[in-house]
Every structure is written in structure tokens, then in C-alpha cells.
């Protein structure tokens, strides 16, 4: 047996530990896992690229080199790299100010973009940035997905009814222009992309699998061929090129990538989150680890992949990434399998690829997009809080209203999340403890509670003590102190405090000198160690220890009661589930 390579080989080139687990029945079964996704991946491929304006066939070049990039250094044996329809929605809003959908201006800025997108995603890995990611909260990435998919589905409507396409605009725009030109649809166009719905919406109802997608492909086109659609005005895919690979360095233009950037930073963040969830699907099905730093280079690197292949961004397929699941894949060689797969169509049949009619491929994507439009995500986000059902909202609406800038519509949604969290954080709940009939220390305020003591109050700050909210803390401690004036302590329930910067403590020395000025003591209760940490750097713990180190409540009661002339306060018994 070869001896193992070394870590540091495996962190650079982590396809090496497949052999671990490749056996006959592994091999097996990711063989069989290839060929099916292949099934998916050829109509899927052709139909994303007609949906950013370009040709269909770049499609199958984004399927191949870039798919086997993105599982040789990947983290997921599972995860499917390729064209998906919200990258490639992406890919054509973020082109469309720049240059007319089809041209070669076009292809070049897409190539660009891809460079871009891989750059940021490969920076991100190697700096161990994938954390970040979860500052775009769920209900804003539904909502944003939500909209992409009513603007793909108004977008390939035209198509499937053979009327020309106008690229992507605000929705409601694109609804009205399709309104008025209803009139000159293109009758067979109209028949075939029909048909091709009607029967996919039956696959899915029947739940058959990719397989199931590429015959209503390949015996619609056969009708098509059949019955002249081509003669009567019909579109098709068209000749693909001779060869089937195609290298190139990408040019940079510093103008254009300036204007692609913002772009291509939303594209990279969405991308990555978007094969993330694979990630978590699988991983929870299957038990097998996955690393989000990894899977960010090895993305990246299938971007940077795709761009000198002349394709355009890539990212993990969700659909896809499914069907390798379901099929049981289990190393990333099912999809390396997957992409020779495709190669072979396109050097084998070549010419019933360039016949498939162009409205059956835009019925794949309206079929595979209503399937992603869900109201329940944005019901739960209002359900769970006005926050995050505004934040989603916001996405949603803005991603619709300012089409093809769909950026605008998840950069409002993220920003108004931020904003939102922000200022929460500057007004924390504080209030003054009361005994409760139960024996616990409540909400004086809400349950109608008497304080512990007229010499004595319990403040309670839910919260971590930073600059956004020192000034609130300030605020709660001169107002119970002017509440009672005859209090001589102030014990503060810090439980809550989970975190403390040098905002937090210079409010906290700012409150023990007015209270000292005042004749009054301050007490803490419940203070954490990563609290007690930073007072001890600043040396505010020096003055705060003599009355800092209660843990609960009940002993600073037991410390001041006395000397304030009042009997220890003693908590009621608890009986049975009361505890």
C-alpha cells in the first residue's frame, strides 16, 4: 500500500483523499450518479445560457472543465458546479447596461465577470471568510430568490411563445410588453413550449428524475425536426462550434472592471451561499464533513476555470447537487463522470443538439424556476419577527423594481437586516428585578412586582455592553437611581452581559463615580469571565472586585440586607414542576 501523501498535500490538492474511499462499489455507484447528472446537466446547461444572453452552447462549456475543477477541490462529494439559472439571471442583469445580450461585447464581459467572481471567492477561502456569508439573513435571500424567479420566468416567457426578447427590465414592465404583444406570438413556438411544460409539470408531479427532463427535451426537438419548425420561422440552439474546448486568457478592461465589480461581489456572495445549502443538505443526509473555507477556493477556482475556458460564471446546483444525492454519489468523481459525459454529447451528436428547439429549453427553466418561488419562507420571516419580515420584503420588492440592477434588491435587503440589527442593539431591554411569587427575580414593571428593598434595586442589562448602547446603560442607571432616592445600592444583574468594549467600560467607570459622588454603592451579580477579562486589562476591576464577584442575585442580598437595616431576603420553596 502507497504510503499516504502528507497534509499539506492534501490541503492543496484534496481530490487526494478520495482513494480512501473508493471501492468497487463506490465506483459503482458514482459512476452510475455521473451519467445520470449528465442527463440533467445537457438541457439544463443549453437552457441557463439562453437565460444570460449568450449562446447555448457556452452553456456546455461552463459543464465541463469548470464542473471537474470545482469537485477536484471542493469540499462536497455531493456538490454539482456548473450553469445555474440565479447566476446566469445574474450574469444578464449585471451585462445588460453594458452591452447588447448575444454580441461579442457581451461574451467578453461575461468571461470578465466570471474572472472577477472567482477572484473574490478564492480570496475569501484562502482568508477563511466563510462565516461571513451569514450576514445575509434567510428570509433576505428568499425574498431576493423569490423576485429572481418572477423576472427568469418573465423573461423566458417571450421565448416560449416565439416573440423576441427584450432582455431583463423592472417586472412589472416586462408583464405589460408581454400583455401587448400576446398578439404576434409564434404559433408553433407556442404549441412546443406548451407541450414542453405541460409535460414537465407531469414528470414532476410523477417525481421522475433527470432522465425524464432530457427525453421530453430530445422528443420534442424530434417533433419539431418532424413537423419543419425550423422552415416556419422557429429557433433553435444553432451550429455549435468545431471544437468542442476553447482557451483563452481574459482580456481585463480596467473601465469595465470597475463597473463590474459591485456586480460581480453580489454574484460571488450569492453564488457561494447557493452551493453552501447544498453543502448543508447533503452533509445532513449523508453524515460526511464539508468545509465552507474550501468550498469557496474550489468554487472560486471553477470560476476562474470558466473564464478562460470562454464560458461565464459558474456555481453549485442545487437541483443537481440533488440528483448526485439521490443517485448515490459519493466522492466528487461522479461529477468529474457527469462533465466527460456532456464532452461525449458534444462530440458525438453535435447536430440534434443544435436543432433542440429554443421555446422547450425556456420551458426547462420556467418549470425548474416556479419550483423555487415560495411564499412560505417570507409568511415565517413576518411570523418570526417585523424585522426580518420587513428585511425580506425589502429584498423582494426592490429586486423586482429596479430589474436588471438586481444587486440594488439584495444590497437593500442586507443593509436594512444591518441597520435593523443595529439599532436593536442600541436599545436593549433593561429592568429593575422584583421578587416573583416563584422565587425568581422578573420584570418588576410587567408582573407588578416591589423592589427587593427601598435602600436596595436590581437592574438587569440583556445585552452585550459595546459602544451602540453604552449611552443606554447610562441612561438606565441615572433614571432607577432618580426613581429612588432613597436607594444607597445598585446591584446590576449582569447575566446578560455576554461581551464588553472600551465604550462599555468607560460607562461603567463613568456610573461607579456618579454613585460614589452620590454617597451610593454599585454591586454586580453574574458577571462572565470574558467580562471580568477585559475589566481586569482596563483596571476597572481593581475598584468593582470588593463588590463584583456575587454569581447570582440572591447572594449581593444577602451581602447589603443587613447592613441596610432589612432581614435577608429568602426565596419562597418551589414544589414539584414549579422548579
Keep these: 500500500m502507497p504510503p499516504a501523501p502528507p497534509p499539506l498535500l492534501y490541503r492543496l490538492l484534496p481530490f487526494l483523499g478520495w482513494r480512501d474511499r473508493l471501492d468497487a462499489r463506490t465506483l459503482r455507484a458514482d459512476l452510475l450518479a455521473g451519467f445520470t447528472v449528465a442527463l440533467v446537466t445537457i438541457p439544463q446547461a443549453l437552457a441557463y445560457a439562453q437565460l444570460a444572453g449568450l449562446p447555448a452552447y457556452v452553456g456546455l462549456y461552463a459543464s465541463l472543465l469548470p464542473s471537474i475543477v470545482g469537485a477536484l477541490w471542493g469540499s462536497s462529494a455531493q456538490l454539482n458546479t456548473g450553469p445555474v439559472a440565479l447566476t446566469s439571471l445574474l450574469t444578464a442583469a449585471a451585462l445588460s447596461p453594458l452591452a447588447l445580450p448575444g454580441s461579442e461585447t457581451w461574451l467578453l464581459l461575461a468571461v470578465q465577470l466570471a474572472l472577477l467572481a472567482g477572484l473574490l471567492q478564492l480570496a475569501f477561502g484562502l482568508l477563511r471568510l466563510a462565516h461571513f456569508a451569514d450576514l445575509l439573513s434567510h428570509p433576505v435571500l428568499h425574498g431576493f430568490i423569490n423576485a429572481c424567479s418572477l423576472l427568469i420566468i418573465a423573461s423566458q416567457l417571450p421565448t416560449v411563445l416565439g416573440l423576441p426578447s427584450a432582455g431583463q427590465r423592472p417586472f412589472v414592465e416586462a408583464i405589460v410588453d408581454l400583455a401587448r404583444a400576446l398578439p404576434d406570438a409564434h404559433l408553433p413556438s407556442a404549441a412546443l413550449g406548451g407541450l414542453a411544460v405541460a409535460l414537465l409539470l407531469v414528470l414532476q408531479r410523477l417525481k421522475v428524475g433527470g432522465p425524464g427532463v432530457l427525453a421530453v427535451v430530445a422528443g420534442l426537438s424530434a417533433v419539431g425536426w418532424l413537423s419543419g419548425f425550423e422552415a416556419a420561422g422557429g429557433r433553435v440552439v444553432g451550429p455549435l462550434p468545431g471544437q468542442p474546448l476553447a482557451f483563452a486568457l481574459p482580456k481585463a478592461d480596467w473601465a469595465q472592471i470597475t463597473d463590474l465589480l459591485p456586480a460581480a461581489l453580489v454574484l460571488a456572495l450569492v453564488s457561494f451561499i447557493e452551493a453552501m445549502s447544498s453543502c448543508k443538505l447533503a452533509s445532513g443526509r449523508t453524515g460526511q464533513r464539508w468545509d465552507g473555507n474550501r468550498e469557496l477556493i474550489g468554487q472560486g477556482l ?115 437586516s444591518l441597520a435593523l440589527l443595529i439599532y436593536r442593539s442600541m436599545t436593549p431591554r433593561v429592568a429593575l428585578l422584583g421578587r416573583h411569587p416563584d422565587g425568581t427575580w422578573r420584570d418588576a414593571a410587567r408582573f407588578n412586582l416591589p423592589p427587593p428593598h427601598p435602600r436596595l434595586a436590581i437592574l438587569r ?45 468607560e460607562a461603567l467607570r463613568r456610573v461607579r463615580r456618579q454613585l460614589l459622588a452620590d454617597g451610593r454603592t454599585l454591586a454586580c451579580c453574574g458577571l462572565k469571565k470574558q467580562a471580568i477579562d477585559v475589566l481586569e486589562h482596563t483596571g476597572l476591576w481593581a475598584d468593582l472586585a470588593p463588590h463584583a464577584a456575587f454569581r447570582t442575585e440572591d447572594d449581593s442580598l444577602r451581602a447589603f440586607l443587613p447592613g441596610l437595616g432589612g432581614a435577608p431576603d429568602r426565596p419562597p420553596p418551589r414544589r414539584g414542576l414549579e422548579w
Design 461 to 505: 442589562f440583556d445585552g452585550p455592553l459595546h459602544f451602540v448602547n453604552a449611552a443606554t446603560f447610562e441612561d438606565a442607571v441615572l433614571a432607577a437611581c432618580r426613581d429612588q432616592p432613597q436607594m444607597a445600592v445598585l446591584v446590576l444583574a449582569c447575566a446578560g452581559i455576554n461581551a464588553i468594549d472600551a465604550s462599555g467600560v
Design 302 to 416: 471553477a470560476k476562474l476555470t470558466a473564464s478562460v475556458c470562454q464560458a461565464y460564471p459558474v456555481s453549485g446546483s442545487f437541483g443537481r447537487s440533488a440528483f448526485l444525492l439521490a443517485a448515490g454519489a459519493r466522492t466528487g468523481l461522479a461529477s468529474v463522470v457527469g462533465a466527460l459525459v456532456v464532452l461525449g454529447a458534444l462530440l458525438l451528436v453535435p447536430e440534434p443538439i443544435a436543432h433542440i428547439p429554443r421555446p422547450v429549453l425556456a420551458a426547462v427553466i420556467l418549470v425548474t424556476l416556479a419550483r423555487l418561488f415560495s411564499v412560505a419562507p417570507l409568511r415565517e420571516a413576518w411570523q418570526a419577527g417585523r424585522d426580518d419580515g420587513l428585511a425580506g420584503t425589502v429584498a423582494f420588492v426592490a429586486t423586482l423594481a429596479f430589474a436588471p440592477h438586481v444587486e440594488i434588491g439584495i444590497l437593500a435587503g442586507l443593509f436594512l
